[in-house]
């Protein structure tokens, strides 16, 4: 399909940072083909009036859990260990396999009404995300979560589950990392073979890493070193990898993370929420860390709309440091998009750019928290709520037009995920 978006404000960057400019908007199939000038012979199949909107990178959520929706509001109020090993992990045992395709479901419902395009995921069971992934056309970089001691029967069938996604997976939109769970449920024999299994195949990783003090404490008690200086020497960094939260660092963990270049996916909201402290993040900016943003599980978050996110990882950091003039709304928008595109070794996301690939947000900027109009960069991170959400064109495809879904029946994915919760829980 040939999509033109007409005469609408976009968020573009330079050296400089973000910035907004009028233009036309050239789709064809699923790239862009042209910013302002017609291509030649261009004939629109579909114009989207840009009139008082707002057309923004799709964003990206650089860590999460989809099917994990089914346990938003379940387990509040409650300790990291309490929240994960007393109450998450017994009602995950209970989960078959249409359920986390349910849960993953309304994720994808959610991240498409607030402007997410694609999400990093790991998760229990790949092909149910995949076929939820595949039913709502979102992207999605998905990683089975690994647990594993050695070469155990178990860890080794769950590694064998991403091996098999990744060789036989048809989606152009899907892509795959692996995703070794953590330090803590995850021996150093374990983790040497999944990190010899990503060489082997050229896959990136994504873990958990430096998320508690407890974790922290732990891993220094039992191999007299931090879980970011067992990772170095395990030599998991020598793959690309997203390390999710990395809260409690040390100098020394931050200097390894530059000269490793890892990715770091902050979550501030989760890690709020459990209590499990603030990540540092100015020091891993200072030093040239590529810094992305997840908003975690509906478990511990509640929400998986990145707008919200992007809000707090803002706000926090100006609080904590008592600078105001660190982390700004163009370095936040970077996160979320430019950032995360590097994170997930897709060079063709992460910009309204001729040649990118056709993942759109469009906002409507017609309602009061978008007037007067000032700044509009400052307004994505410090006014929005996610919900101006309009349109969304993923692969140059409209999921949603007029904030209505075109793939998916919501009234189906609700009712589903309310039987699921009712089953394992009521």
């Known amino acids: ?19 907004i400019k009028e233009c036309d908007i050239y789709i064809n199939g699923n790239k862009i083909v042209s910013i302002g000038q017609k291509p030649e012979d261009f004939a629109a199949d579909k114009i989207i009036n840009g009139n ?62 607030t402007g997410t395009t694609c999400f990093v995921d790991m998760n229990m069971n790949m092909q149910s995300v995949i076929r939820a992934v595949t039913d709502t056309g979102m992207r999605a970089v998905l990683s089975r979560g690994l ?13 064998e589950e991403t091996i098999d996604a990744y060789k036989n997976c048809k989606n152009d939109n899907i892509s795959f990392l692996l995703g070794p769970h953590a330090p803590y449920t995850c021996d ?31 891993i220094k008690k039992a191999h007299k070193m931090s879980p970011i200086e067992l990772m170095d020497k395990i030599g998991l960094f020598e793959a690309p990898v997203i390390a999710a939260h990395c809260v409690w660092l040390s100098d020394n ?50 929400s998986l709309n990145m707008f919200s996110e992007m809000n707090y990882t803002a706000l926090l950091h100006k609080g904590v440091t008592h600078d105001p003039t660190v982390i700004n709304a163009s370095d936040v928008l970077r996160f979320a998009t430019k950032n995360a595109a590097i994170a997930v070794s897709n060079k ?66 609700y009712a589903e995920c309310e039987r699921v919760i009712e089953r394992i829980d009521r």
């Open 147 to 159: 647990v594993g001691k050695g070469n155990d029967e178990g860890g080794r069938k769950r590694l």
């Open 52 to 113: 008082k909107k707002l057309a923004i990178p799709g964003l990206i959520n650089a860590h999460t859990h989809s099917y994990m929706s089914v346990f938003r509001n379940i387990a509040d109020d409650l300790s990291f260990e309490d929240w994960l090993f007393g109450r998450i992990n017994p009602l995950e045992d209970k989960l078959t396999e249409e359920d986390i395709y349910w849960g993953a479901m309304l994720a994808c419902i959610e991240m498409i009404k």
């Open 253 to 302: 963990d931050i200097k390894i993370l530059a000269d490793k270049n890892v990715s770091v996916a902050t979550n501030p909201k989760s890690n709020l929420k459990l209590a499990n402290g603030i990540a540092p993040l100015t020091k891993m900016h200072d030093h040239g860390i590529n810094i992305t943003i997840g908003t975690d599980s509906t478990a511990s978050n509640n």
């Open 348 to 413: 063709n996301l992460g910009e309204i750019k001729e040649g990118m690939l056709a993942d759109i947000t469009i906002l409507d900027i017609d309602c009061p928290q978008f007037y007067p109009e000032n700044e509009l960069v400052s307004a994505l991170v410090y006014s929005a709520a996610g919900y101006e959400t309009d349109t969304v064109i993923i692969n140059g495809r409209i999921l949603m037009e007029n904030k209505i879904l075109t793939t998916v029946d919501t009234e189906r994915v």
């Open 188 to 218: 150093c024999e374990y983790l040497k073979i999944v990190t010899d299994t990503a060489k082997k195949y050229n896959l990136g990783m994504t873990i958990h890493l430096s998320e508690s003090e407890n974790e922290v404490e732990n």
């Open 1 to 19: 399909m040939k999509i033109k978006i007409n005469k609408i404000k976009a968020l573009f960057y330079n050296d400089k940072g973000a910035y």
